[in-house]
């Protein structure tokens, strides 16, 4: 099973770790590959390089040995969209069985996504929690796993939800906080980023303006 967790990881924190971390575990993957989009679709892009970003991702999952930095869409280049990675990963492996691990507000806007029902034909989606989102149960209804269900027996197409210790960890707030000088080193920033990372945005002055 081919696990993937895209993002745009600007900057990663705890609770990427965390999400990825716990459905490996809970799921029984061997790994977890960490996709950082090049040009996000569902985001504004972000003001940092994309070097930036994926040195950052590979500071943070260093300690962690499931984890794996995957650089698919940056070496792709232009718009990010899912439907795309996951027809090169098929070419590769056609075989293997591909999830695709997105937190819940990201699956909210999943009907907005290019060619929803197509990533459906070649991925399941390991959908999971995240405090102050609630889940769109009417989004691809039939799709949805049921309690007797699991993923292992279908090749494609499962909407599995997963409930993960609460994270409220976000980037768009720690990006927020890092800009004013008297929160740089609040809690949250302290609390959501690890200490490498923390450093890195130091050292490079990112998120300041
Ligand atoms: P933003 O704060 O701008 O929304 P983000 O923290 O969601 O950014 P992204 O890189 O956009 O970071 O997120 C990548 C994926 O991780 C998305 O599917 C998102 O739902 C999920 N995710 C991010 N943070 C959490 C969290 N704390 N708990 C659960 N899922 C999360």
Redesign the pocket.
């Given at each position: 099973m081919i696990a993937l967790?895209?993002?745009?990881?600007?900057p990663?924190?705890?609770?990427?770790i965390?999400?990825a971390r716990e459905v490996a575990a809970a799921f029984n993957l061997k790994q977890v590959d960490i996709l950082p989009?090049y040009q996000?679709v569902h985001?504004a892009q972000p003001m940092v390089s994309t070097r930036m970003r994926e040195q950052m991702v590979k500071l943070a999952i260093s300690p962690y040995s499931e984890l794996k930095l995957n650089t698919l869409e940056l070496e792709r280049a232009g718009p990010s969209y899912a439907i795309d990675t996951l027809k090169q990963i098929k070419q590769q492996s056609a075989r293997q069985t591909v999830c695709w691990?997105?937190?819940?507000?990201?699956?909210n806007g999943f009907l907005n996504w290019k060619d929803a029902p197509g990533i459906l034909q070649l991925a399941h989606l390991i959908v999971?929690?995240?405090?102050g989102?609630h889940i769109d149960h009417s989004i691809f209804r039939r799709h949805q796993l049921s309690p007797q269900q699991s993923l292992e027996q279908y090749p494609a197409g499962k909407i599995a939800f997963f409930r993960?210790q609460?994270?409220?960890?976000?980037?768009?707030?720690?990006?927020h906080q890092l800009k004013s000088p008297a929160e740089r080193l609040s809690a949250t920033v302290t609390g959501c980023l690890a200490k490498p990372v923390l450093e890195f945005i130091q050292q490079h002055k990112l998120y300041e303006t």
């Open positions: 967790f895209g993002g745009t990881f600007n990663i924190h705890n609770g990427h965390a999400l989009s996000s985001r691990l997105m937190g819940v507000d990201a699956f999971c929690t995240r405090p989102s993960m609460p994270n409220d960890c976000s980037s768009t707030r720690i990006r």
